[in-house]
């Protein structure tokens, strides 16, 4: 348990609840209160200089700061520790600075996390792994009853356990032979459950002894850039190990276009998906010995992954994936032999690869809807995985609609002079001061800014344009007094963080052409939404709930999503952050037969909209190209903050 | 069509028919008629001299002949081809030589060929082959219209021959997307019907254009010894080629117990299934060639071989079939793809492999019995496999029972001095002259004798026995005026052919050693049946039906293998020979799911008895170590001749 303590900035007096512990400078930002930070937190600069009035800090100490300021109870935010109660204060310049800082941006806001709750799911009777272990004592054999040693299981099973339906394995008849006689005929006895009531349970595999107690799966996430894996104890539910390494496909291209071409060059297929294979097999190999057990242990694995992945893993030619009508192989994949794609697991396990949707909505957006639990609410829902593809779902249990939005890279840091992953030393987050312009550059492990990650950039332009910096077309106003405005090669950029305060011996700055970039981003997921919207005969206000899905929503802070338009403008509570959709479905499928049975009617059900074949997409594409929108009225909040704001400035 | 010619011979008065082109000896043979022959019908010895009496003939005319034989009518028998109806007489010294010749040997007597009769199948519903072609012209896909290429094929199916239950394997998934593209969406789809109305049926394979018209089959046989294959044409149930092949792992050992030795060596069993599929493939890249037809045309192969032989395949250490209580790994199979077993067959081709009853009840039984329709009929059948490992199999429609006798190899020529496989140089018929002693040899191919074959063992045994020769324990009787029978190193031998007649340069005998093995083999083959009658309390004289399968049945003499006990005595009409009875039933798996499913049924339906756990056994062998038992009753036709002989003879 964290204890948590309660900060109160002045002169804004706002207050905020931390954990013991965290920084002061993040519990500023967190708070939505400016200070300025040009370093992203490593305590150079000197520039978060604030005054602790009451309470008591760990650090904090500077020689950036003067014995004198240090009396005074100066602090540099970013090197304090909060070990009390705290009252800390901004300085300001005048009586005009604290009250303009005391409107402006709103606090921190990140979705809340929706977790899998296994309690809920054994309520649900979610909780039904496909594979289970039986500990049987079979009686041996004699001159009397010298039954072949499956039809003596198959028996036993069928007397004792009332199994009528059963087929065996050839793996298994390889084995048994000698696994019964290894323990006098005592053996643990691996069941594959039938998704379908109609089929058999299939006997997996067989192991000399008393093994019940250790039943293992593997989820797996195939993303075009990273490969995460977990370990998923099957008796208690919960994951044991996680791990991802980047996909080994990158050499061969960055994202799903170029890795379609490479593929079509003779025996591109085949190496692709044997470099795919190599990294799924160095992640199972990861997260099996973080999970201390046997790789032979793990009974079945689940992987979901977007089309051109799937098809690259299961050696299917993409090539008709990336050329209009943009056709896939399949939208199903009949279970295979984990063994028969070149993983390292034992014979005895079967891969089940997630279904995919159409060319552009994948296996990994339909696990993101299934283990979400999107597809069981009555509440009409909106689903998006936000990254270079864009993924649109909207619906409930009755009903789904897909669609997928070409985004481009913005989002990953790709398009952006200084964009990176989310890694060390990228600015994730940001405030401005409103009179000065200065920055307050918070980056990853708090130490001098590199670039500008995605959650960081919308961050970034959002509070640029709402104090007034760039306008609604992203263009930045020249007549704003501060050195950081300035025109390179004729093309206008902010400074972030001046050379000497970077890692990069270089300035890093935000271009209008990466803001041009962002916009088209936002433009093309805005307008995927909108148009399948009133594709369906619906409008924003009619959602109940928005789940995020994909590599960088969990930071992102959601006022300023819908301050550039990315996200509809609606009550944050209402939207939920599931981290790594596609990761989540396929540890759903491992827990649960009755998800792997509903997966095949969830694809029928969803249909899919090619927006390149949508007449609106265009016009909805286009009055998206603006901060938020050309229409304002769809955001009615900012539209207020606005106004507030400009009279303030009167 | 053959002409067929009537030969009479004198002093017997014995007609037949025989073919126009056959030798007469031959024709002498089967009349059983004696003439005294050594060389094995080369036209080297000259002892076949015969006068014809009547009719002409082509050949016949040798330097053993003086030019006054020739001109009285002689001619040497082997060397003379029957071109019109003759008659022909066997020279004898006297009137007595005359009576004793008239009344001796029974006429040879094989059984009638039982082969596959398609028309009945057809009306039956028994042709019905599990594996179908479809031409298909999709539409092509556009902008509207732009489902995935394998639900564009499903769709197609579902909406134009109501396949409602599809289900679609990965190699087609690979091969779909360029196949479509190929013929501008005109494609065969291959369609493998399911065994059980429940389960689905699969889309297999596709290939571009029109290719419904070549849809082909291999059914294949895996003995010990020999590995036969054929070409099936699913189209008009015909086969197109046929080959067989030394199994390969013969170099690792002679029969099962010695495979199983090896299998047990470290890294044994890999080897054993490399080198059987090696003589697959060698058998299927010679039946394919034959039939004119690509390898890739074969849409299934069935298997069938003993139980050894199938888990050998399969890579399932059979090594508990050789120790008691002798246990197989399984009695079923899953299909198994061919190419996983490392077949030179296509990717879509799923091999089945015929379930086994026991460790020597094995598939090679099973499909015997499939494809002999023993399991159809109302009349109580005796099915036997005669072999070193000698199955029988007693039932109908109804019931059936099992067991195994190992009779040891004498049957295929082990354990008998001069013993060989039925190829060129083995005596495989004989007869006796029955005041001289002198014998008929005739070889297969009609070359100088090398050794003898089972068939030919088997009717040299019962002849000797019949004259006299050897008593009923198979002793010589040394008082017989001939320097046939004589003794080396203590043991009394008969010589068939002298060393100058030979190949070999050796004297050609049958020792009183080799008829003791013959003894123990036809008696633990007939107490197995007799077991097997008592148990399921059942007598000869119920036996409506003899089905003999396996490689030596075709050419036995039924009346000589009733003479030494080998089958019981019964009408020779009730004995059918189906030859390699596994092959058959491969091939009847290839024709029609109906088997398919049926064998499943056969197999729980079956009864094994394990003969040296049945009590009866022990005194049924003891009691069969005579030729041909103890209790002549029995076999009361033989009772009769060996009555009228001795009669004859005082």
Redesign the interface.
Known sequence: MTTEFTIRFLPHNKEISVAEGDTLIRAAIEAGVHVNASCGGEGVCGKCRVIVEEGSLEGGISEKLSAEDQEQGYRLACQSLIKSDLVVRIPVESEVDASVLNMQATPRCTARIQEMDLEELKEKGLFVPPVEKKYLELPE???????????RLVSYLKANYHEHRL????PV??K???VL?QDDFKITATLARPVHE?SKTRIINVKPGDTTNRNFAIAMDIGTTTIYGQVIDLISGRVLSQHGEFNGQISYGEDVISRIVFAEKPGGLAKLQEVVIKTINKVIEKIVKRAKIDPDEISTITLAGNTTMTQLL????P??IRR???????????P?KAV?LGMALGDHVTALVYP?I??YVGGDIVAGVMGSGMYRTDALTLFMDIGTNAEIVIGNKDWLACAAASAGPAFEGGGVKFGMRATKGAIEDFSLDPLTFEPMNMTIDNVRPKGICGSGLITIVATLFEMGVIDNQGKFNPDLETTRIRQDDGVYEYVLAWKDETQIDRDVVLTEIDIENLIRAKGAMYSGTMTLLSEVGMSVQDIEKIILAGGFGSYVDLEKAMTIGLLPETDPDKVVFVGNGSLMGAKMSSLTNRIRKDVVEVTKKMTNF?L??TPSYMDNYVAALFLPHTDLNNFPKLKARLESRKTMLQ
Chains 1, 2 share one sequence.
């Open positions: 054999p004699n001159a009397q009853d010298n039954l072949a040693d499956v039809t087929d065996v394995d050839l008849i390889r048994i032979p000698d006689r109609i299961l050696k299917v030619n090539s008709y209009s009508p943009y056709v896939p192989a399949s939208t199903l994949y009949p295979i028969d995919a159409s060319s090619e390149s074949e």
